[in-house]
């Protein structure tokens, strides 16, 4: 346990703009108030949303800030009113109050959940965003059940390999997509029944053969600017779409949407509300216990180095999720 009073490190922003402004700087000891709690970060999560807030592109948040959402570690102190978390417990979190990518972050309570002992910190910190986004896209947005068949179109990243286990635990069919070989055999060693590549051409052409021409039920949609016109075209009848990424415009023939009943669903994880928020976490920390749900690290890299993650997490070439190590 760290000594009160002593300095801490964490990644600071003055000014947003490109990875360069991300600094490692010394920081108070932080403290908790009423109801937080301050967890000792072994391992913070890297998302492309922590990438638009630093460019200033997304919701702005006073300067200077920690960037950073998902992390895991060890409760270090806990505030007035804290019942449901103690000192010392092995914990992912949901958010902070302070910012993640730190040593030390602050916390409400109930942005605190418990890390078996079987998943690493570095798993822990690949939770959040990722499963919660896939969950919440699956179960919560597109209502997916049993037998289905979903397409993850962008199976290889964070979000991507997230939902391929929540599907194949609920009993889905899963056809993923990667961009590069090692890519696609992550998918497969996931557990995915195809998998395709989508820098190939025409590669979609495929699914009336994988789907006996079915089509697919579910279509969850990473790259939806690029991609929102043709999943409409391999969808079954009531299938639905939902947009989970999208970075920019595209035009679309809404005939291919009449003709199936089939519905264009957006998700943003930041709206959901308490209540749903409480369901996924239970939902995600049994999966962790049972072992259907297994975060996969492509990279881990020291705190210092948040520059260099924001730089590779926008390359090609996802391999599960990228984690800084303070
Ligand atoms: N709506 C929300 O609340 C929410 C929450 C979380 C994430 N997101 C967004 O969802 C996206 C994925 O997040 P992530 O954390 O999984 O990011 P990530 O780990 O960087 O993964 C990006 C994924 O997109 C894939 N991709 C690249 N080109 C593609 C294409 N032409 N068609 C389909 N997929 C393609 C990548 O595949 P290859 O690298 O193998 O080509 C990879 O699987 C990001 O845009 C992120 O901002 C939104």
Redesign the pocket.
């Known amino acids: 346990m760290r000594e009160q009073g002593k300095e801490v490190k964490a990644i600071r922003v003055h000014e947003f703009g490109g990875p360069e402004v991300m600094q490692l700087e010394g920081m108070p000891d932080l403290s908790p108030g009423a109801g937080q709690v301050v967890v000792s970060v072994r391992a913070a999560g890297v ?3 922590d990438t ?1 807030t630093r460019a200033g592109m997304s919701r702005k948040p006073p300067l200077p800030y920690t960037p950073g959402i998902d992390a895991a570690g060890i409760v270090e102190s806990v505030g007035e009113g804290v019942t449901g978390v103690r000192i010392g417990a092995r914990v992912y979190v949901s958010g902070t109050i302070s910012g993640a990518y730190a040593e030390q972050a602050l916390c409400e309570e109930s942005q605190v959940h418990p890390l078996p002992e079987k998943v690493s910190f570095a798993q822990g910190a690949a939770i959040n ?2 499963y919660a ?1 896939a969950y ?2 699956l179960f919560q947005i597109a209502k997916a059940a049993a037998r289905e068949i979903v397409l993850v ?10 939902a391929i286990q929540l599907a194949l635990s609920a009993g889905m069919r899963v056809i993923g ?4 070989d090692r ?2 055999n992550l998918v497969l060693e996931q557990g995915a029944h195809h998998v395709l590549d ?2 190939a051409p025409g590669y979609l052409s495929q699914i009336q053969a994988l789907t006996e021409g079915h089509g697919v039920d579910v279509v969850l ?3 939806a600017n ?2 929102l016109d043709n999943d409409l075209r391999v969808l079954a009848m009531g299938g639905r779409v939902v ?5 920019g415009r595209i035009e679309i023939d809404p005939r291919d949407a009449m003709t199936r009943d089939a519905s264009i669903l ?6 959901t509300t308490q209540a749903e928020a409480s369901s996924i976490h239970a939902a995600l920390v049994a999966g962790l216990e049972n072992g259907t749900l297994r975060p996969v690290i492509g990279k881990e890299m020291p705190l210092a180095e948040a520059p260099r993650s924001h730089r590779e ?10 984690v800084l190590i303070p």
């Open positions: 998302n492309p949303t638009y965003v990722p986004t919440r896209a179109h962008g199976a290889t990243g964070g979000v991507g390999i997230a997509t990667g961009g590069t890519g696609r989508h820098h949609e990473m790259l690029v991609n947009i989970i990424g999208s970075r957006g998700m943003l994880l930041f709206n997490i926008m390359e090609p070439g996802a391999y599960g999720k990228i």
